[in-house]
C-alpha cells in the first residue's frame, strides 16, 4: 500500500512568485494534515481537513496560503505571494479516525521550500 | 501558548547503551503523547504512544508518562547506530499533533 506522497520533493522560487504543493493521502484515510517546519523550528501544524471540509485551519499564518481538497482526496496547498519567511519543509499527513488516542498519523516524505 | 519542550541534544551514547529522551509539556490537560522518529531528510515515522501514566514497553522502547509532572520520556536498550535519528514529542490537541523541536541522537559504534 503507497504511504502519503508530496509533490514536488523540492521548490526554489523568488519571492512575489505562487508555489502550488500537492498530498496525496493514503487511500481511505479521511483525515489530511498540513503542518510546516522552518529552520531551526519546531514542526508546527497549519490545518486539519476532513474529508473536503476544512476541521481546523487555527495554524494557517495568513492569508498568503490556501488550501483545498476538492473531492476529498488529494490536497493542495498555494502560497501566494511567497514570502522570505516561507522557506521551510511543508509535510503532510493523514490518518483513519481523528481523536483516537491510538490513531496514527502518517507523514509524507515533505515538500523542501526555498524562497530567494 | 501550549507547548512542548524538549532538549535538542545531540545526545550522544556508545552502542549498546540506553538512550533517554525526554520533553515536559505545558498543557496539564493533555492526554495523548507521541514519539517518532525522523531520519535525516525523510519523513516523521511513529515509534509510540502513550496515554497512561506509567511505562509502556514495545521491543527495545520504552515510553514513560507522568501526567502529574507532565513528563513524557522515551529509552532506548541496546542502541543501535541505526537508532541514530531526532526523535520528536508530540502531544494530541484535538486532531492535530503540538511538536516539540526534537532530539537528535547519536548512537557510536
Known amino acids: 500500500e503507497a504511504g502519503v506522497t508530496q509533490f514536488p520533493s523540492h521548490s526554489v522560487i523568488e519571492k512575489g512568485q505562487t508555489v502550488t504543493l500537492r498530498c496525496d493521502p493514503i487511500?481511505?484515510?479521511?483525515?489530511l494534515y498540513w503542518y510546516r517546519r522552518v529552520m531551526g523550528k519546531e514542526i508546527k501544524f497549519l490545518l486539519h481537513?476532513?474529508?473536503?471540509?476544512?476541521?481546523?485551519e487555527s495554524g494557517m499564518p495568513n492569508n498568503r496560503f490556501l488550501a483545498e481538497r476538492t473531492g476529498g482526496t488529494y490536497s493542495t496547498l498555494k502560497v501566494q505571494p511567497a514570502e522570505l519567511e516561507d522557506s521551510g519543509v511543508y509535510f503532510c499527513?493523514?490518518?483513519?479516525?481523528?481523536?483516537?488516542?491510538?490513531?496514527?498519523?502518517?507523514f509524507g516524505p515533505g515538500t523542501r521550500l526555498t524562497v530567494l | 501558548q501550549k507547548e512542548v519542550e524538549q532538549n535538542s541534544g545531540p545526545l550522544s551514547v556508545p552502542e549498546g547503551a540506553i538512550a533517554s529522551l525526554n520533553c515536559t509539556y505545558s498543557d496539564r490537560g493533555s492526554q495523548s503523547f507521541f514519539w517518532y522518529r525522523q531520519y535525516s531528510g525523510k519523513s516523521p515515522e511513529l515509534i509510540m504512544f502513550?496515554?497512561?501514566?506509567g511505562d509502556k514497553e514495545d521491543g527495545r522502547f520504552t515510553a514513560q508518562l507522568n501526567k502529574a509532572s507532565q513528563y513524557v520520556s522515551l529509552l532506548i536498550r541496546d542502541s543501535q547506530p541505526s537508532d541514530s535519528a531526532t526523535y520528536l514529542c508530540a502531544v494530541r490537541e484535538g486532531g492535530k499533533l503540538i511538536f516539540g523541536q526534537g532530539t537528535e541522537l547519536s548512537v557510536k559504534p
Open positions: 481537513f476532513v474529508k473536503e471540509s476544512k476541521q481546523d
Open positions: 499527513a493523514s490518518s483513519q479516525v481523528p481523536g483516537q488516542s491510538d490513531n496514527e498519523q502518517f
Open positions: 502513550i496515554y497512561s501514566n
Open positions: 487511500s481511505g484515510h479521511d483525515n
